[in-house]
């Protein structure tokens, strides 16, 4: 399964935007960029998965690079619910996820 | 949006006995659901993936006569760890979902095991 790359740890406050980074660069032409996130002693939560365009939805936005060798999720405005681990994954055409560390978003009041 | 409800959400049983884990998806037919493992810090570690009415695909180092997974039906897999040991403590976690591009895989809350 194609590798992501994120930071451990990002620091945000309440109500600003955040961008979490993620790179790809060994990604395959059918792989969708999916995002996670998962709260302390709970199963991850869907956050937006995407191909090639930019998507949108409730949560959040995802802007996919145009090579697609990274791509950034996008949360407009960081609310305290918000802190959590936030892994970027690769789904393969066998539609396994793995999981790598992920990043540690802290929200700051 | 669809609902994974996993039961129990916490078990404590003593050595040697096997405990029962399922995952059912409640407001969609999952051909494939997914069992994973998280030990403290860590990350989710894929055991294996299950589909509806054929054997479950085992991931390297899973042994499959200790983690056995039932998918009878497209709303439910079971995981049944037998003979658990101290060591086999840790939260484990199901998803569900359908083979398809548009749709995200969907997470139970998952359940805590502690052996004494």
């Known amino acids: 399964d194609a590798k992501t790359t994120q930071p451990n740890s990002m620091e945000s406050n309440e109500e600003e935007p955040v961008h979490l980074p993620c790179n790809h660069s060994?990604?395959?032409?059918?792989?969708?960029i999916h995002w996670y996130r998962q709260l302390p002693s709970q199963g991850p939560e869907y956050v937006i998965h995407?191909?090639?365009s930019n998507v949108n939805n409730r949560m959040a936005s995802l802007a996919i690079a145009e090579d697609r060798k990274s791509s950034t999720l996008i949360l407009h405005r960081a609310t305290l619910r918000d802190a959590a681990v936030y892994y970027c994954i690769l789904r393969g055409s066998n539609y396994k996820l793995t999981f790598g560390k992920g990043t540690l978003l802290t929200v700051n009041p | 949006g669809a609902v994974v409800s996993q039961h129990p959400s916490w078990v404590i049983c003593k050595s040697g006995t096997s405990v029962k884990i399922e995952c059912r998806s409640l407001d969609f037919q999952a051909t494939t659901m997914f069992w994973y493992r998280q030990f403290p810090k860590q990350s989710l570690m894929l055991m294996a993936t299950?589909?509806?009415?054929?054997?479950?695909?085992?991931e390297q180092g899973v042994e499959k006569d200790k983690f056995l997974i039932n998918h009878a039906s497209l709303t439910l897999s079971t995981l049944t760890v037998t003979s658990a040991h101290p060591e086999d403590s840790s939260f484990y976690i199901c998803?569900?979902?359908?083979?398809?591009?548009?749709?995200?895989?969907?997470f139970g809350d998952g359940t805590r095991l502690s052996i004494l």
């Open positions: 998803s569900a979902g359908d083979r398809s591009d548009y749709q995200p895989q969907h």
């Open positions: 299950s589909n509806e009415g054929s054997k479950a695909t085992y």
């Open positions: 995407g191909l090639t």
């Open positions: 060994t990604i395959s032409g059918t792989d969708y």
